[in-house]
């Protein structure tokens, strides 16, 4: 499974990024797919995920401000941030987990930048 990222960037405190994730290669029906973070000095962290049978998980800093989704036609996930903190600043990796056999699949991560 290959991830690919877009949409990081640099933006004001309280403004909006998306960013966009789609998978290729050997795409399983049963998946989750998912953002984590990881800000300088930090772990990665679990920002938001959702599997393929629609269900969300979302870090408790983010929830009602960021949404997740996905096109499974598409196999993309898409991170909606809105009002958008300095400390939502660092690198999001793109996440892809297959129940089947348990592995796990990383994006090359897009660096997010908040500005006070």
């Known amino acids: 499974v290959q991830l690919q990222a877009s949409g990081g960037g640099l933006v004001q405190a309280g403004g909006s990024l998306r960013l966009s994730c789609t998978a290729s290669g050997a795409i399983f029906r049963i998946n989750v797919m998912g953002w984590y973070r990881q800000a300088p000095g930090k772990e990665r962290d679990l920002v938001a995920s959702?599997?393929?049978?629609?269900?969300?998980n979302y870090a408790d800093s983010v929830k009602d401000r960021f949404t997740i989704s996905r096109d499974n036609a598409k196999n993309t996930v898409y991170l909606q941030m809105n009002n958008l903190k300095p400390e939502d600043t660092a690198v999001y990796h793109c996440n892809y987990y297959v129940h089947r056999n348990g592995k796990r699949y990383w994006g090359q991560g897009t660096l997010v930048t908040v500005s006070s």
């Open positions: 959702v599997t393929s049978g629609g269900t969300t």
